[in-house]
């Protein structure tokens, strides 16, 4: 299994941004999918969005829609998710994840590689 690494978690106040990253060890991953999940204290994994590196095709969670982005920067084989206008109920363990093809992206079973998450508190 191949670690993903991410990075960028902290704390913010209520309506704050932050943005984290997700580095993939290399271009192999180029027929990935792409996604991010996050996991609450006492909640499941819930899917946040996905992207393919290409970037033209993502979805996104209807909690974030509006206010998160996902972006790829495929020299630096990096994804990125941009999180605006953040609320207390986003805090959680942001996670990375990855999984061959665009199909069933919501789907957190579907996923192979996992980084190993990153703290967002946001508070009110």
């Known amino acids: 299994q191949v670690q993903l690494i991410e990075s960028g978690g902290g704390s913010v106040q209520a309506g704050g941004s932050l943005r984290l990253s997700c580095a993939a060890p290399?271009?192999?991953?180029?027929?990935?999918?792409m996604g991010w999940f996050r996991q609450a204290p006492g909640k499941e994994r819930e899917f946040v969005g996905a992207?393919?590196?290409?970037?033209?095709?993502?979805h996104y969670a209807d909690s974030v829609k509006g206010r998160f982005t996902i972006s790829t920067d495929n020299a630096k084989n990096t994804v990125y998710l941009q999180m605006n206008s953040l609320k207390p109920e986003d805090t959680a363990v942001y996670y990375c994840?990855?999984?061959?093809?665009?199909?069933?992206?919501?789907?957190?079973?579907?996923?192979?590689?996992w980084g190993r998450g990153t703290q967002v508190t946001v508070s009110s």
């Open positions: 994840a990855a999984r061959l093809l665009w199909v069933a992206v919501t789907i957190t079973d579907q996923y192979v590689h």
């Open positions: 290399g271009p192999t991953f180029s027929s990935y999918a």
């Open positions: 992207i393919n590196w290409s970037g033209d095709q993502s």
